[in-house]
């Protein structure tokens, strides 16, 4: 499955108490400084694109954080308030048809920053824009999907048969669209980056590519891309320059709270040494960079604490171990599920993380913390409780010895030998079997001999579905290129969560909340145990007193950072 870019950091491990705590509360700022440029860098590599339909990486969307205008967003605000889709180019909407159509009224004042209104016509060019074939937008998997979000028309687009889907309506300011099947996922995919507003004479068959001062890219958002020069192969000479949109909601009326646009520009440079910009901003001569060497995260706790200039927060990823509940050792045996889960060292498998350079944060739930939905309950420990382990296991551990897929990149076989030691603990004999690569073989295939697969999972989108029912959902199953590796496919919790995809709002929420309990703590298919996490370094510049961790898009929003 294809799935947004998670840009992978090396960060210190540091307890979750602590993590999470300063996560969650921000101090009301005094007056901060306005204007200047802000100066981000990205080691390694390019950005993915600079086109909105096609836009698809960690740090694009980051950028375009800042440049887009949706029908819905997410505030510039720490969780949870920063998890709540709340209106934004739309000033509302409603539901009809038994849940299948949709109609929002666009909201008036908007303006691109060459000065053009936005409109409902806006938001259909750039759906029907990223269902067309010649662009082949990652957009399509996600409104034209038969078990999911699927817009009426909208494989007729991709296919050739339309011009736009006839799913897809305008009158006036309202815009109208038409789903085959009701799907509560609807709104979080529809307030992707992707289906922001667009200017209508952006070319429907070719993607946008050089952009400079005489052909910027307009948006409507609080800025807009003024130039993207691609980076020369490495040579660190990739560029993008966002700039304030004088036109940004300058007539929406007083009921709209703008957002902030601090800086007068961003400017990206990408492709940079890691190493190099590591340098960069320590001497001042850069203001963020998207990367750190893998040591130093200590060095910059030591130096400058976790409330200073280095911050380190929540991604939205799990890592998990899945059981085979279809394999003779799980089949309708959870008390032998959740006695693996409470055999594990989570806490050890963690800290064999940080020589990696990753930070994981240990975690038994499978939303992450922060996310839609989640709300801690502590069901199993961090340190083993073997006792409870083998008391739940005695009489349910079948003779044999049982398939464990692990990947071999470092330090997978250090953690799978972690693992092993505490399965034995329970008579369980695992016959490891390493694999290279992003999905193992043949673990996605229904007749798989796993008992075992190791796996991580990052958001898709911002709704408890993607985790739920993308990677437990029956219903879904079939021969091959299953993200249901632990076969989990119970009709009683189907049917929760086919009831809970069809809900909105806070009844929703509700439903994933309680529906994510019961399956960690009585059905089990999984053992989850961390949660990956991303830190923050600035340069000296920075006031720190604007910074904000956005939990959707997992970065600060850069249209809020003041330099002093």
Same mark, same amino acid.
């Given at each position: 499955? #294809?799935?947004?870019?998670?840009?992978? *950091?090396?960060?210190?491990?540091?307890?979750?108490?602590?993590?999470?705590?300063?996560? @969650? %509360?921000?101090?009301?700022? @005094?007056?901060?400084? +306005?204007?200047?440029?802000?100066?981000?860098?990205?080691?390694?590599?390019? /950005?993915?694109?600079?086109?909105?339909?096609?836009?698809?990486?960690?740090?694009?969307?980051?950028?375009?954080?800042?440049?887009?205008?949706?029908?819905?967003?997410?505030?510039?605000?720490?969780?949870?308030?920063?998890?709540?889709?709340?209106?934004?180019?739309?000033?509302?909407?409603?539901?009809?048809?038994?849940?299948?159509?949709?109609?929002?009224?666009?909201?008036?004042?908007?303006?691109?920053?060459?000065?053009?209104?936005?409109?409902?016509? &806006?938001?259909?060019? @750039?759906?029907?824009?990223?269902?067309?074939?010649?662009?082949?937008?990652?957009?399509?998997?996600? *409104? @034209? #999907?038969?078990?999911?979000?699927?817009?009426?028309?909208? +494989?007729?687009?991709?296919?050739?048969?339309?011009? #736009? $889907?006839?799913?897809?309506?305008?009158?006036?300011?309202?815009?109208?669209?038409?789903?085959?099947?009701?799907?509560?996922?609807?709104?979080?995919?529809?307030? !992707?980056?992707?289906?922001?507003?667009?200017?209508?004479?952006?070319?429907?068959?070719?993607?946008?590519?050089?952009?400079?001062?005489?052909?910027?890219?307009?948006?409507?958002?609080?800025?807009?891309?003024?130039?993207?020069?691609?980076?020369?192969?490495?040579?660190?000479?990739?560029?993008?320059?966002?700039?304030?949109?004088?036109?940004?909601?300058?007539?929406?009326?007083?009921?709209?709270?703008?957002?902030?646009?601090?800086?007068?520009?961003?400017?990206?440079?990408?492709?940079?040494?890691?190493?190099?910009?590591?340098?960069? *901003?320590?001497?001042?001569?850069?203001?963020?960079?998207?990367?750190?060497?893998?040591?130093?995260?200590?060095?910059?706790?030591?130096?400058?604490?976790? !409330?200073?200039?280095?911050?380190?927060?929540?991604?939205?990823?799990?890592?998990?171990?899945?059981?085979?509940?279809?394999?003779?050792?799980?089949?309708?045996?959870?008390?032998?599920?959740?006695?693996?889960?409470?055999?594990?060292?989570?806490?050890?498998?963690?800290?064999?993380?940080?020589?990696?350079?990753?930070?994981?944060?240990?975690?038994?739930?499978?939303?992450?913390?922060?996310?839609?939905?989640?709300?801690?309950?502590?069901?199993?420990?961090?340190?083993?409780?073997?006792?409870?382990?083998?008391?739940?296991?005695?009489?349910?551990?079948?003779?044999?010895?049982? /398939?464990?897929?692990?990947?071999?990149?470092?330090?997978?076989?250090?953690? !799978?030998?972690?693992?092993?030691?505490?399965?034995?603990?329970?008579?369980? #004999?695992?016959?490891?079997? %390493?694999?290279?690569?992003? +999905?193992?073989?043949?673990?996605?295939?229904?007749?798989?001999?796993?008992?075992?697969?190791?796996?991580?999972?990052?958001?898709?989108?911002?709704?408890?579905?993607?985790?739920?029912?993308?990677?437990?959902?029956? %219903?879904?199953?079939?021969?091959?290129?299953? &993200?249901?590796?632990?076969?989990?496919?119970?009709?009683?919790?189907?049917?929760?969560?086919?009831?809970?995809?069809?809900?909105?709002?806070?009844?929703?929420?509700?439903?994933?909340?309680?529906?994510?309990?019961?399956?960690?703590?009585?059905?089990?298919?999984?053992?989850?145990?961390?949660?990956? $996490? &991303?830190?923050?370094?600035?340069?000296?510049?920075?006031? !720190?007193?604007?910074?904000?961790?956005?939990?959707?898009?997992?970065?600060?929003?850069?249209?809020?950072?003041?330099?002093?």
């Amino acid at each position: 499955m #294809d799935r947004r870019v998670w840009l992978s *950091v090396g960060v210190l491990l540091v307890g979750g108490s602590l993590l999470f705590a300063a996560a @969650a %509360g921000r101090a009301a700022p @005094a007056k901060l400084g +306005q204007g200047g440029t802000l100066r981000l860098e990205l080691p390694w590599a390019d /950005i993915d694109d600079v086109d909105p339909s096609l836009a698809y990486g960690h740090v694009t969307w980051a950028l375009e954080y800042s440049t887009a205008l949706k029908l819905f967003n997410y505030p510039d605000a720490p969780g949870p308030r920063g998890s709540r889709l709340i209106p934004e180019g739309a000033t509302a909407f409603k539901v009809s048809n038994s849940g299948r159509t949709y109609t929002f009224t666009i909201r008036k004042g908007f303006r691109f920053s060459d000065g053009s209104p936005v409109t409902a016509a &806006n938001y259909a060019f @750039a759906i029907n824009r990223a269902l067309g074939n010649e662009l082949q937008s990652p957009a399509f998997q996600f *409104v @034209a #999907d038969e078990h999911a979000t699927n817009v009426v028309g909208a +494989q007729d687009v991709r296919d050739g048969r339309a011009s #736009d $889907a006839s799913g897809v309506r305008v009158r006036g300011n309202k815009l109208t669209i038409t789903l085959t099947e009701p799907d509560g996922t609807f709104l979080s995919k529809i307030s !992707m980056p992707f289906f922001q507003a667009l200017p209508l004479d952006l070319s429907r068959t070719s993607k946008v590519i050089g952009v400079d001062e005489s052909r910027p890219l307009p948006s409507a958002g609080p800025y807009y891309v003024t130039r993207r020069t691609p980076s020369g192969f490495g040579q660190g000479d990739g560029l993008v320059v966002l700039k304030r949109n004088p036109y940004y909601a300058q007539n929406v009326g007083r009921r709209y709270r703008r957002r902030p646009a601090v800086p007068d520009r961003i400017h990206l440079e990408t492709a940079r040494g890691l190493y190099e910009s590591y340098e960069e *901003v320590k001497r001042g001569g850069a203001d963020y960079s998207f990367d750190l060497p893998p040591t130093a995260g200590k060095e910059l706790e030591e130096e400058f604490g976790l !409330m200073g200039r280095f911050r380190i927060r929540p991604s939205n990823c799990i890592n998990y171990i899945a059981m085979n509940t279809s394999n003779r050792l799980f089949r309708n045996n959870p008390r032998l599920r959740r006695a693996v889960n409470y055999v594990l060292d989570r806490r050890g498998m963690a800290e064999l993380g940080n020589s990696g350079g990753t930070s994981l944060v240990p975690t038994d739930q499978y939303l992450p913390r922060g996310f839609p939905g989640f709300e801690n309950i502590d069901a199993y420990p961090f340190s083993p409780n073997v006792a409870k382990a083998r008391a739940l296991a005695r009489g349910h551990v079948p003779s044999g010895r049982w /398939i464990y897929y692990y990947g071999l990149a470092s330090p997978g076989p250090q953690r !799978m030998a972690l693992v092993r030691t505490q399965l034995a603990k329970l008579g369980i #004999d695992i016959d490891p079997h %390493g694999f290279r690569g992003f +999905q193992p073989d043949p673990a996605d295939k229904r007749n798989s001999p796993h008992a075992f697969v190791t796996r991580a999972w990052c958001q898709d989108y911002s709704d408890p579905f993607d985790f739920i029912n993308t990677l437990l959902y029956g %219903g879904t199953l079939k021969d091959e290129n299953n &993200n249901n590796v632990s076969y989990f496919d119970s009709p009683a919790y189907n049917s929760r969560m086919e009831r809970a995809a069809k809900l909105t709002g806070d009844a929703r929420l509700r439903a994933y909340t309680k529906l994510e309990h019961d399956l960690v703590t009585k059905a089990a298919p999984w053992a989850a145990w961390a949660q990956p $996490a &991303n830190q923050f370094f600035f340069g000296d510049r920075v006031d !720190m007193r604007s910074f904000v961790y956005q939990p959707i898009y997992e970065t600060p929003p850069f249209n809020a950072l003041a330099l002093k």
